[in-house]
């Protein structure tokens, strides 16, 4: 699937050319199936993802820009995406979860990999390392504070972060990577 059949059908789509949308879910759509199937795991849930991914694909195709990327990662990044916030809202009550990987004994390999008891003198290195996570979070203002915690501790998205906040999405993702570039120079002093 040579990419500038892509970008060139992408282009056309932003200028809401249906004949464009019909090729390029015939030249894309195996590869985004595959994507959605790896993160997702549940044909039925791929095949609800792929329309939601196209009705992105066609809304948002004047967004791409060929000059920052190819067509068809442009796509899989929508894709991923998408997959991602499918991820985040499936309810445990429905049976999916996390499964825990177990060896024929029944036992957690990496319950293998280390030894779990702490000793004291990592214990001691942990507390420390703890302490000097939470001031240096106090040195951010409140609402990024909060949005770091959301972002990296609750797993929520951006979308959630800036409509929980009431801010743009640009201003939410500026939040988050100066907040963690400050949180960096914070820990590195």
Known sequence: MPDDIITELLLRVARQDRAA????????????????????????????????????????????????????????????????????????????????????????????????????????????????VVDCFATLEEERSAAVKGAYIEGLSYQELAERFEVPLNTMRTWLRRSLVRLKECMDQ
């Open 21 to 132: 949308f019909r090729q390029l879910y015939s030249e894309a759509a195996p590869k985004l199936t595959g994507v959605l199937l790896r993160i997702l795991g549940n044909r039925a849930e791929v095949d609800d993802a792929m329309q939601d991914v196209f009705i992105k694909v066609w809304q948002r195709a004047a967004s791409f820009q060929p000059d920052k990327g190819r067509g068809i990662s442009w796509m899989i990044a929508v894709a991923r995406n998408h997959a991602l916030d499918q991820l985040r809202k499936r309810p445990a009550a429905a049976g999916m979860f996390r499964a825990e990987a177990r060896d024929a004994e029944g036992q957690d390999p990496l319950e293998q990999v280390a030894d779990g008891a702490i000793g004291v003198e990592q214990g001691m290195i942990a507390q420390g390392e703890a302490r000097r």
